[in-house]
C-alpha cells in the first residue's frame, strides 16, 4: 500500500468529533465527590452549537477523615473500544505522530491522559500525561501535542524509567482539570483527533540516565 496514501501528512484523522448526544455517550466524568474524597462536580454535556462542553466546579478543600490529604480534581474518559465477546480492544496510532484537538477554553490548564493499560497488575495504572493551555477568550484554538511530549505516570506519580509511548496500545483518553485553582471551569471541545507530521522526527524528548538501582529504578 502506497505510504502516502496512508499518512497523509497534514490531514487529521478525527477519532471522536463531540457534535451530537451519541457522541458524549462515548465518555464517561468522574471528580473527586464521586469517590467521596472531596467536594468537586463536573459533567459533559451539550451546548446550543453542537459543541461538547466539559464544565464543572473545582474545589480543593479536603475533607476531614483523617485520610484524604490531597483534593480537588475533575475528569473526562473516553470509554473503552471493545471487540465482540467484551474482548478489550486498543488503539492502533503507530502511523501518527501528533494528537490534535480543537477546543476553546477559559484560560485554565487541563491535563491530557493516554492510557496505555497493560497485561500485568503493576501496568493497570500505566498513563502519559502533558499539559493543555488554554488560551480563553471568544476564539477557538487547534492545538497539536506531538507524542514524544508525553511523560509516564502512574496513579498520579510520574516515574523514573521514562519512554516513547506504545502507540499501538492506546486503551483511553482523558482530559483532566485539577490546577488547584477553586471555582468553575469550562472546556469546549470540538473534536480530537490524530495527525501524521512529517517535519516531526523526534521520537522521544525527554534525556535518561543510568541511575544506581538503589537511586531510581532501571
Not at 502516502?4 to 465518555?27: K, M, Y
Not at 473516553?78 to 480492544?89: E, M, V, Y
Not at 490524530?194 to 522521544?204: G, K, L
Amino acid at each position: 500500500m502506497d505510504p502516502i496514501c496512508i499518512h497523509r501528512p497534514g490531514e487529521t484523522d478525527i477519532v471522536w468529533n463531540f457534535n451530537s448526544p451519541e457522541a458524549l455517550d462515548q465518555w464517561v466524568t468522574t471528580s473527586d465527590k464521586d469517590h467521596n474524597e472531596g467536594y468537586s462536580s463536573c459533567s459533559l454535556t451539550m451546548n446550543n452549537y453542537s459543541k461538547g462542553v466539559f464544565t464543572g466546579d473545582l474545589n480543593t478543600r479536603v475533607p476531614k477523615d483523617g485520610k484524604i490529604k490531597r483534593s480537588g480534581y475533575c475528569n473526562m474518559r473516553s470509554i473503552r473500544a471493545r471487540k465482540s465477546f467484551k474482548r478489550d480492544s486498543y488503539l492502533d496510532w503507530t502511523m501518527y505522530n501528533v494528537l490534535v484537538m480543537r477546543v476553546r477554553g477559559d484560560g485554565r490548564s487541563y491535563m491530557l491522559n493516554l492510557a496505555t493499560t497493560g497485561y500485568f497488575d503493576v501496568m493497570w495504572n500505566d498513563v502519559y500525561n502533558y499539559v493543555l493551555f488554554t488560551r480563553g477568550g471568544p476564539y477557538w484554538q487547534v492545538a497539536k501535542i506531538p507524542f514524544s511530549k508525553f511523560f509516564l505516570s502512574s496513579k498520579g506519580r510520574i516515574q523514573d524509567k521514562q519512554g516513547p509511548i506504545p502507540l499501538d496500545r492506546v486503551t483511553n483518553v482523558g482530559i483532566t482539570a485539577g490546577d488547584k485553582i477553586n471555582g468553575s471551569f469550562s472546556l469546549e471541545i470540538d473534536y480530537i483527533g490524530v495527525e501524521y507530521d512529517p517535519n516531526i522526527t523526534e521520537e522521544f524528548a525527554y534525556e535518561m540516565y543510568k541511575t544506581d538501582k538503589y537511586i531510581a529504578a532501571n
